[in-house]
T-cell receptor, first 112, second 111 residues
Framework: DSGVTQTPKHLITATGQRVTLRCSPR?????VYWYQQSLDQGLQFLIQ???????AKGNILERFSAQQFPDLHSELNLSSLELGDSALYFC???????????FGEGSRLTVL | SQQGEEDPQALSIQEGENATMNCSYK?????LQWYRQNSGRGLVHLIL?????REKHSGRLRVTLDTSKKSSSLLITASRAADTASYFC???????????FGAGTTVTVRA
């Protein structure tokens, strides 16, 4: 158990809908990372937060947004969903940037 | 874009044999990390090697780093069926804020 909790584990929705994925980092970790993993794109970095502030942005679509709250949990919002958004979405946390990441078990999103 | 690229893409070995996989990266790094992912599960951190280190061991794992060639290798000795997984190398960006993963090496250990 990595100590990182992600909900929901599975989510099935329709195109055009909006979903929110939630992540609770390990106790004491200030950095939260979001990744998307699909068969054709591999593991893609989306965004990183440190203590509530956005630190780095990767290949995150404009339809996607994220935030980190004062209690350090984070949410990834995906809107106007398309079939191609079907993927595993991982949250990871670390004490400091550049150090080892601890991953949650992921949220598997299926868009029909 | 992916900073690290693993080679080979897939590897099949007999239980008890050693497995070696390589990672090449493009820009200077402060450290390089290796992760394991069992099918459909979250990634698990295996080992971090700093840029001033050449070799590091952790149990049956041995990692080397050659900064002049911008490459790293992961050796799993005396493999077990439980080692069947995908293995990824990961490198931080220059400001350490982004950790990029390669496409991974899928290792299958046959009983």
């Amino acid at each position: 158990d990595s100590g990182v909790t992600q909900t929901p584990k599975h989510l099935i929705t329709a195109t055009g809908q909006r979903v929110t994925l939630r992540c609770s980092p390990r106790s004491g970790d200030l950095s939260v990372y979001w990744y998307q993993q699909s068969l054709d794109q591999g593991l893609q970095f989306l965004i990183q937060y440190y203590n509530g502030e956005e630190r780095a942005k990767g290949n995150i679509l404009e339809r996607f947004s994220a935030q980190q709250f004062p209690d350090l949990h984070s949410e990834l919002n995906l809107s106007s969903l398309e079939l191609g958004d079907s993927a595993l979405y991982f949250c990871a946390s670390s004490v400091f940037s550049g150090r080892e990441l601890f991953f949650g078990e992921g949220s598997r999103l299926t868009v029909l | 874009s992916q900073q690290g690229e693993e080679d080979p893409q897939a590897l099949s070995i007999q239980e008890g044999e050693n497995a070696t996989m390589n990672c090449s990266y493009k820009t200077s790094i402060n450290n390089l990390q290796w992760y394991r992912q069992n099918s459909g599960r979250g990634l698990v951190h295996l080992i971090l090697i700093r840029s001033n280190e050449r070799e590091k061991h952790s149990g049956r794992l041995r990692v080397t780093l050659d900064t002049s060639k911008k490459s790293s290798s992961l050796l799993i000795t005396a493999s077990r069926a439980a080692d069947t997984a995908s293995y990824f190398c990961a490198t931080p960006s220059s400001n350490d804020y982004k950790l990029s993963f390669g496409a991974g090496t899928t290792v299958t250990v046959r009983a």
